[in-house]
């Protein structure tokens, strides 16, 4: 028997929001990918580091999932989420949502994923299931790992099953109910995100996780026995999976820009501009990185802590005009 729900997959980036789109446009909301993350309060900043771990994780967005819980608030939409020990319940939850029509989200590790191109463990995955057969299921994930994709059910089940940082127990969710206006909640939803960049609750958050990456970064040739792989893998992530903040800040610019359609505020015309600086000196930062790491030097370390230092200051600037959007 094959279940195959009628999904688009709309060549999206990141794995939550191409998730979350694909469930709102089976509801019939189109909403861009900037939007879908503006709206969800998405945009953060996280250094996190441990003696056990290989290297530093930067992280430019808040934790897996709370975008979603978010984006669903400020929506007016229900969320539903289920989690489970038990693997032969997880699936019986997912297949009864299929078989109903819907597709469903579900949180998981990448490296079990057969289509993956890079085995890297990453519990914060995302991807919607739209359909199954007795062999295989079908996903919608991000356009860089092939946009509508397939994998078996057994490799499906052992990433959900995996634990270890940022892993769910088998976490599936699904959207229903009728949407409020988008264009309704852009003030509540950017006025949330500022509050918590510029008043995190430790320094490795917002505006003082970034200080604290500008001091830290300075030291990665010693905090590695391979630089040459490490800080490349570092500065890659940042370019194209988001973490450290160079694609999670072009989605705020372009979310912010998106914004002045709708608003009339010189505060949210400065963040924007401020953003559109702030996502290209992230890129300089990412090149500096792995500049550093092919060639062992560290001048380009020290210049990309000198950069980190700036685009912290440009940040908080941008972050303090939003949140003065707030009635």
């Not at 446009?25 to 861009?32: A, E, K, T, V």
């Not at 953060?44 to 930067?58: R, T």
């Not at 040739?221 to 890659?236: F, V």
Request: aromatic share 8%.
């Amino acid at each position: 028997m094959t279940t195959v729900i009628d999904v688009a997959a709309s060549g999206d980036q990141h794995c939550e929001t191409t998730a979350s789109g694909v469930l709102l446009r089976h509801l019939g909301l189109d909403l861009s990918e900037p939007m879908r993350f503006g709206l969800g309060s998405g945009l953060s900043f996280v250094y996190w580091d441990s003696k056990n771990m290989g290297f530093p994780f930067l992280g430019g967005r808040v934790k897996p999932f709370e975008l979603t819980r978010n984006l669903a608030t400020q929506l007016g939409l229900d969320l539903r989420e289920a989690e489970t020990t038990s693997p032969r319940k997880a699936w019986a939850e997912v297949a009864a949502v299929l078989n109903a029509g819907d597709p469903v989200g579900l949180q998981l590790d990448s490296y079990h994923l057969e289509y993956f191109s890079s085995k890297v463990h990453f519990g914060g995955h995302m991807v919607a299931v739209y359909g199954y057969d007795e062999h295989d299921a079908y996903l919608v994930d991000t356009d860089q790992q092939g946009g509508k994709v397939a994998t078996s059910l057994t490799s499906l089940a052992a990433a959900r099953a995996e634990r270890g940082p940022m892993t769910a127990k088998h976490r599936s969710f699904t959207l229903s109910g009728t949407w409020l206006a988008p264009e309704s909640r852009l003030v509540p939803a950017v006025t949330a995100c500022a509050r918590e960049f510029l008043n995190p609750p430790i320094a490795n958050l917002g505006c003082r996780g970034i200080e604290k990456a500008a001091v830290q970064v300075r030291k990665w040739l010693q905090r590695t026995d391979t630089p040459e792989r490490d800080l490349p893998q570092a500065a890659m992530l940042m370019e194209r999976g988001g973490t450290g903040g160079a694609l999670f800040r072009a989605f705020y610019r372009d979310f912010l820009g998106e914004c002045t359609h709708y608003l009339t505020s010189a505060d949210l015309h400065t963040a924007h501009r401020l953003f559109t600086e702030s996502a290209t000196l992230w890129t300089e930062v990412a090149t500096a990185i792995a500049e550093a790491g092919r060639s062992g030097n560290t001048t380009p370390l020290t210049h990309a802590g000198t950069l980190l230092h700036d685009i912290s200051r440009l940040e908080h600037t941008a972050m303090t005009a939003l949140l003065r959007l707030e009635p």
